[in-house]
């Protein structure tokens, strides 16, 4: 890696002019400024690079030519690296023979027997573009199979899908009839009795309860085993989003860990290596009802133009073979783990401890940033980020990839002692005397 620091001190009146502009120009043509929202200016520091030129590994570069160790890339898409050669490699060779024809392509079945071997609970599965749309199967298969309206879903667990059903239930519902809101229902992750009141209060009315099978906090023991027994006593469907599990906590999904396996599972992300391939997978009683081999109503499931291009599906297949071949799972855990060492020592270091913490698993790692009466707090958040980009290090998380070396874990660790300096200086002099520019914001809220 060239030297981050020296390059990274010095932010030029040239660069701001540029990102400034850059900025503005964006705001105007793109509503946000960003195609999507969690990569938006309001979710980082101002000094954070207001586009990103390119990456190689775990490192990424600004239009200046400025260097960075990025966490939680692409949204957690790229789980293996940016521009991961065997997957390049596979998309180009692919690119060239042609991307979307008016018959299937061979690729199709070939991806989906590699991806059923790799998921043993599915017995079929569907691939498209990305993770709302699987989730969106999900929900209609199940509503399809059970006759019944209502989704109930983990409130613990913050997105599911950009339809409407989810996108109703946030702050940010503004264009959502009321009438789909009211088809949705919540229940709380670790609380069986909860869940088994609201089917009691919705009684054959609830299709499909969706959930991540973990987030930040783990299942208590029997919990996974206790929602399953109660989803299906009660006639609905079990839907395990796995977006961000799949290929993360275990490469056969969290549902493989946690031995409990749902009838219809989603996962996408780190599928492909941030190309856009998801997957709704689960048992064939349910997923032949988008089919025709049955006689009963047909489920319009998953079909769209794009959904199976080849390039795309070359780069999910190439992503599940580096995933046999080599041990990605055991590296992402043991980058993050000795991450989390460091930073935990650095925590303790600057006495932070209650103010800043880690929280899911060392694969995952997610900081929380907490104020001087240790309430969750956007600005100590913007100035934690903000001391992180300063050095060299764009973390909205410290989700890790298989890319990143333990030099980068370690040099991140040497940023964060240093972020942390200012963090307790701030908390004892006020963080407003250090933070430049805006606090960050949630993504879903109702007004700007
Ligand atoms: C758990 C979970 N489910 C579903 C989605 C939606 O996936 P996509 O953004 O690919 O539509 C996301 C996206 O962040 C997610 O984190």
Not at 265 to 278: C, D, Q
Request: aromatic share 8%; with cysteine.
């Amino acid at each position: 890696m060239a030297n981050t620091m020296s390059t990274h001190a010095m932010t030029t009146d040239d660069h701001r002019d540029r990102s400034r502009h850059l900025r503005k120009k964006s705001h105007r043509l793109i509503p946000g400024g960003s195609h999507t929202y969690a990569k938006g200016d309001d979710q980082f520091p101002e000094q954070v690079p207001a586009v990103i030129s390119h990456g190689k590994g775990c490192h990424v570069w600004d239009l200046d030519g400025r260097e960075f160790i990025e966490y939680g890339m692409g949204l957690r898409a790229v789980a293996l690296g940016h521009a991961f050669a065997p997957v390049v490699d596979a998309v180009t060779r692919e690119l060239s023979r042609g991307t979307n024809f008016t018959r299937p392509s061979p690729i199709e079945l070939e991806c989906a027997e590699q991806f059923l071997e790799l998921v043993p609970s599915a017995e079929m599965v569907k691939f498209c573009k990305d993770g709302s749309h699987a989730v969106d199967g999900a929900v209609r298969l199940s509503r399809a199979y059970t006759g019944r309206d209502l989704v109930a879903y983990c409130s613990d667990h913050p997105f599911f899908s950009t339809s409407d059903w989810f996108i109703g239930t946030t702050e940010m519902k503004a264009g959502v009839p009321e009438a789909i809101r009211r088809l949705v229902v919540t229940f709380r992750y670790n609380d069986l009795s909860g869940l088994e009141t609201l089917f009691a209060e919705h009684p054959g009315q609830i299709a499909c309860v969706i959930m991540e099978p973990a987030r930040t906090e783990e299942p208590e023991p029997g919990y996974l085993e206790g929602v399953k027994r109660i989803v299906h006593a009660n006639g609905a469907l079990l839907a395990y989003d796995e977006m961000i599990t799949g290929f993360r906590w275990n490469k056969r999904g969290a549902q493989h860990l946690y031995g409990v396996t749902p009838d219809l599972s989603t996962f996408g992300k780190a599928l492909a290596n941030g190309f856009s391939v998801s997957a709704l997978a689960g048992r064939r009683e349910f997923m032949r009802l988008g089919g025709s081999d049955h006689d009963g109503e047909r489920v319009f499931l998953l079909s769209t133009t794009h959904g199976a291009e080849t390039h795309e599906l070359a780069a999910a297949m190439a992503t599940m073979r580096f995933y046999d071949n080599n041990p990605v799972v055991d590296t992402l855990y043991a980058r993050g783990e000795r991450l989390r060492r460091g930073f935990e020592s650095a925590v303790q270091d600057h006495g932070l401890t209650g103010y800043v913490d880690l929280a899911s698993r060392d694969c995952n790692l997610l900081f929380g940033t907490k104020d001087t009466e240790k309430r969750p707090s956007q600005a100590f958040r913007t100035l934690f980020m903000q001391e992180l980009v300063n050095r060299g290090v764009i973390a909205p998380s410290f989700v890790v990839s298989y890319s990143h070396t333990e030099p980068d874990v370690d040099r991140t660790i040497e940023v964060v002692h240093q972020a942390l300096h200012t963090y307790r200086l701030a908390l004892e002099n006020g963080v407003e005397n250090y933070l430049i520019g805006r606090s960050v914001k949630p993504v879903f809220r109702r007004c700007s």
